[in-house]
């Protein structure tokens, strides 16, 4: 399969700024194709269909688990959530750079299946005080669903070492011109480019 777009993933705990960053992003890259999640949660007030996430039932979610249709999957906070790998494949065709947000268990997933492609990025608050207060002020979840994201994210922070860059989103200007540097240069790795076509040109 002849693909030389390329792979960002973004993880990091809820509440530790990757939304407003991903949407610096998208404001200065127009070749970027941000990936909408599948997921069972239930729609947040302000979310859109199809634009925040794609809001689906459980069963409907495991049955395109048993068709293969997802790039990556994964059960947290007792919901499903899942990136659609159709999607994916024809934006990487099409040369784009192709933004996941997703969390560590489908950083894993996704790793396995696309390897070199993908370029990762751990964003976090500078302390768990921090995300805690973020969660709270964002007033979006209950204070045990806020629990449960801060136990989440002690056992992400593990991982961390695990992804080519990370970020602490404690300056959103610093954090931005940190992201936007990552971007602009996973577009020049080796892997994502067509060197043999090159070649052909060159010589």
């Known amino acids: 399969m002849n693909i030389y777009g390329t792979i960002l993933i973004l993880s990091g705990p809820s509440g530790a700024g ?35 996430y794609h809001f689906v039932s459980k069963d409907e979610f495991k049955k395109d688990i048993e068709k293969g249709m997802f790039l990556e999957w994964a059960l947290v906070h007792g919901h499903y959530y899942g990136t659609s790998l159709k999607y994916t494949i024809d934006a990487l065709k099409k040369n784009k750079i192709v933004l996941f947000d997703i969390d560590v ?59 080519d860059y990370f970020i602490v989103n404690d300056d959103f200007e610093l954090a931005k011109k940190q992201l936007l540097s990552i971007a602009i240069s996973s577009k020049v790795k080796t892997f994502s480019i067509n060197i043999d076509n090159f070649i052909k040109k060159w010589v």
């Open 105 to 163: 268990q489908g950083y894993f997933q996704a790793k396995e299946k696309f390897g070199n492609l993908i370029t990762s990025v751990f964003i976090t608050t500078p302390s768990i005080k921090v995300l805690k207060t973020r969660l709270l002020k964002r007033d979006t979840d209950s204070l045990s669903e806020i629990e449960k994201r801060v136990e989440n994210a002690k056992k992400e922070l593990q991982k961390a070492k695990e992804y």
């Open 18 to 52: 990757k939304s407003s960053l991903i949407n610096e992003l998208n404001k200065k890259i127009d070749n970027l194709y941000f990936s909408v999640s599948v997921t069972t949660r239930k729609k947040r007030k302000e979310e859109i269909d199809g634009v925040d």
